[in-house]
C-alpha cells in the first residue's frame, strides 16, 4: 500500500485522522473496520425491481460488507462533516496547489452539463453556474457532493438507498438546496451555516413514510445581513 510505504503505518485510519481528519475536526467520519463508529448509522434499503420490495439490509454484519471495500468504500460521515470537507478540499485548505491543478486538469466532454473529468472530480453546470462534484454508492448508500466555487457553497446529499433510479434524485436535490441558498445569497461575501435542524424521525421506510425536516441559516461572520432584512420588514409594516 502507499499509505504503509510512505508513513510505515499498518493501518490507514491513523494517518487518515492525524493528516485530514483531526485538523478540520471532522469527528463524526469513521474508516469504519478500523475505527469504531460513533453514533447511530442510518438503516440502508435495497430495491427488488422484480417484486418492487425494499429489503432493509441494516443487519447484514458491516465487516462483511466494508471490509472488501476499505478505503474506497467503508468511510462513513454526516452531511455536516461532508459539507467542511468538501469546501476545504476544493478552497485549497487540504492539498497544495500543484496537487489542486493536477485534480483540476479535465479531459472535456462534449457535454452541456458535464464538462469533463479530472482527478476524482467532474466539472460540471447547475442552474446556469460552474460546479465542482463528485458521486458514489456502495452495497445499500449513494452520496453526491458539489461545490459551486462562485458562490463558495457546499452542498451534500446522502441517500441510503441502492438499485433505484436515484441519479434523478441527486440532481433534482441538489438543484433544490442551491435554489434555497442562492436566494439567501444576497451578500456575494456571506457564508451560510446551518443550525437548529431538527428531524422528525430517524427510521424511515422508503416510499412509504414521510419525514418533515427543519432548520435555520445563520451568518456567524456576518449576522447584518439578517439583521438589516429584518429591520426592512419592520419599518414597512410601520409605514402601513
Known amino acids: 500500500m502507499i499509505i504503509k510505504s510512505v508513513t510505515g503505518s499498518e493501518k490507514v485510519a491513523p494517518v487518515l485522522r492525524q493528516r485530514i481528519l483531526d485538523p478540520l475536526n471532522l469527528n463524526s467520519t469513521f474508516l469504519d473496520i478500523e475505527e469504531n463508529l460513533i453514533g447511530e448509522l442510518a438503516h440502508g434499503w435495497i430495491h427488488n425491481s422484480e417484486t418492487g420490495e425494499w429489503l432493509d439490509v441494516s443487519g447484514l454484519p458491516r465487516t462483511a460488507l466494508y471490509s472488501c471495500m476499505y478505503t474506497a468504500g467503508a468511510m462513513l460521515s454526516t452531511t455536516e462533516n461532508m459539507v467542511r470537507w468538501v469546501r476545504s478540499l476544493y478552497r485549497g485548505e487540504v492539498f497544495s496547489q500543484e496537487s489542486l491543478n493536477e485534480m483540476f486538469s479535465i479531459v472535456e466532454f462534449s457535454n452541456p452539463t458535464i464538462l469533463g473529468y479530472g482527478l ?33 457553497v457546499s452542498i451534500i446529499v446522502l441517500v441510503n438507498q441502492r438499485n433505484y433510479p436515484y441519479q434523478d434524485f441527486y440532481n ?33 421506510r422508503p416510499l412509504a413514510d414521510t419525514l418533515k425536516i427543519t432548520a435555520m441559516l445563520n451568518n456567524p461572520d456576518n449576522p447584518s445581513a439578517l439583521k438589516c432584512r429584518r429591520r426592512l420588514r419592520q419599518r414597512r409594516r410601520k409605514k402601513s
Open 172 to 204: 433534482m436535490i441538489t438543484e433544490q438546496l442551491f435554489k434555497q441558498v442562492a436566494n439567501y445569497y444576497l451578500y456575494p461575501h456571506d457564508i451560510t451555516h446551518l443550525y437548529n435542524l431538527k428531524v422528525t424521525s430517524t427510521f424511515i
Open 120 to 152: 476524482g472530480t467532474m466539472k460540471r453546470v447547475w442552474l446556469g453556474e460552474q460546479a465542482w462534484s463528485h458521486g458514489g454508492d456502495t452495497f445499500s448508500f449513494g452520496s453526491q457532493a458539489a461545490y459551486f466555487p462562485g458562490r463558495d
